[in-house]
């Protein structure tokens, strides 16, 4: 097998291998005139050479042209003119063609001249356009850039008024912070005025009208409490008494207002819209609270002038209380009680709740504490229609009034 390491032996290494000088090569005609059109000064000697040659050319083809134009004319002139007939001396008469070339001559010159003339006023016409347009542009350039020095100066009012604007609600924001803490600080004030005439009201009235021992107190002779349950369970509250006088006259009466720890907290009897009137002729009741939390309230209810010893008066409360009943919703049940201390009969007691549709559920209620006497539960309905129970009982004895009345109202779902 052939094998080549890489180093020649020099036996039989034709010539042609071997190394050659190199050959220049000689440059030819073509390339030699393009290098001397490269030089710019060979150019310049090249275009002056040309325009004498030309100029030697037209002049020649000129003299020629006036000459080929002259003998032409010429001999137009004689074939055109014909020579009289019979050899008279005279003008020759002119051939009827020469006429026609002569005119359709004059009518190319005649349309060429019009032509020019309409090309002319159409150019002018341009020209004024053109000078207009031009005016145009000036007066939009001038526009554009007033329009531009007016956007420039109505970005720098913009944001001269953005600056103004962050600092005006800077301000306001600081204005309404302090305004804020002031107003907290009066109300923190204001409850604690309130909680002490509050505390101060309850010391009074104890002082001044005691549980007199030994003495018939009031009696509560009807009695009605009425719950309209709107579908958030906000709930409007009316309570009516009649109350009778025992053996002393009575000044005041201490009412309640109760809410489980599933309602909505209220701060205050205005938050409840809290109202009392008296149903009696020349008679009216006030009150002063007592104690005031977010769930228990009491007032004490002045009668003016005092209920005689032996009389009654009728007294009617009511309230609104936003989500009082949110127990039923949340538990689906809520206990009512009433601690009624009657020191005779109650010859009525009445409970009745309406819910407004739209909770999806009902009301339903049950005797879950002492058993009234004649007492029944039925179903009712209020003046707007609203669905619900009404519970009753009557000739309630005292001596059952030990403890307090509770009945129980569940919501089911429907």
């Known amino acids: 097998m052939p094998h080549d390491n890489g180093q020649g032996s020099g036996l039989g290494q034709p010539e042609k291998d071997k190394a050659l000088p190199p050959v220049i090569e000689a440059e030819g005609v073509q390339a030699r005139f393009l290098r001397f059109l490269a030089n710019p000064e060979n150019l310049s000697l090249i275009g002056a050479a040309v325009l004498f040659i030309g100029v030697l050319w037209i002049a020649s083809e ?37 006429v026609a070339v002569v005119i359709f001559f004059l009518g190319v010159v005649f349309v060429a001249a019009v032509y020019a003339l309409a090309m002319y006023f159409r150019a002018r016409k341009l020209r004024s356009n053109l000078r207009e347009c031009s005016e145009r542009r000036s007066e939009l350039a001038g526009n554009l850039q007033a329009a531009t020095s007016e956007r420039d100066h109505a970005k720098g009012a913009l944001a001269q008024a953005a600056t103004e604007k962050e600092s005006l609600e800077n301000a306001l924001q600081k204005e309404r912070e302090q305004s804020q803490q002031t107003r907290t600080a009066l109300a923190q004030q204001l409850e604690g005025i309130v909680g002490e005439t509050v505390r101060a009201v309850s010391k009074i009235s104890r002082q001044m009208f005691p549980a007199i021992v030994g003495v018939k107190g009031k009696t509560f002779r009807h009695v009605r409490y009425t719950y ?15 109350i009778r006088a025992g053996d002393a006259p009575l000044h005041l009466w201490v009412s309640s207002v109760n809410a489980s720890s599933d309602a909505k907290p209220a701060a205050t009897f205005a ?6 009137m008296s149903r009696d002729i020349n008679s009216d009741v006030v009150y002063l609270p007592a104690e005031n939390d977010h769930f228990n309230k009491f007032a004490c209810v002045f009668f003016l002038p005092p209920v005689p010893p032996g009389q009654e008066r009728e007294v009617e409360l009511n309230y609104c209380w936003t989500g009082l009943f949110l127990g039923l919703q949340r538990n689906g049940w809520e206990d009512f009680s009433y601690p009624l201390k009657s020191a005779g009969m109650i010859e009525e007691f009445e409970l009745q709740a309406f ?13 879950i504490g002492l058993k009234l006497p004649g007492s029944a539960i039925t179903a009712a309905a209020n003046d707007r229609g609203w669905p619900g129970f009404r519970y009753r009982a009557a ?6 009034l030990s403890e307090e009345i509770v009945a129980r109202v569940e919501w089911k779902r429907t």
Do not use: M
């Not at 709107?230 to 009516?240: I, K, L, P, T």
């Not at 000739?395 to 059952?400: A, S």
């Open 62 to 98: 000129s003299v020629e042209i006036a000459h080929t134009i002259k003998e032409t004319v010429q001999a137009l002139l004689v074939a055109a003119c014909e020579a009289p007939a019979n050899g008279a001396a005279g003008a020759g008469e002119v051939k009827p063609w020469f």
């Open 228 to 242: 309209n349950v709107s579908r958030d369970f906000s709930a409007e509250v009316h309570r009516r008494c009649t």
């Open 271 to 276: 938050d409840i819209q809290f109202r009392l």
């Open 355 to 367: 819910l407004e549709d739209g909770t999806g559920g009902y009301l339903k209620a049950s005797e």
């Open 395 to 400: 000739n309630i004895q005292p001596e059952l």
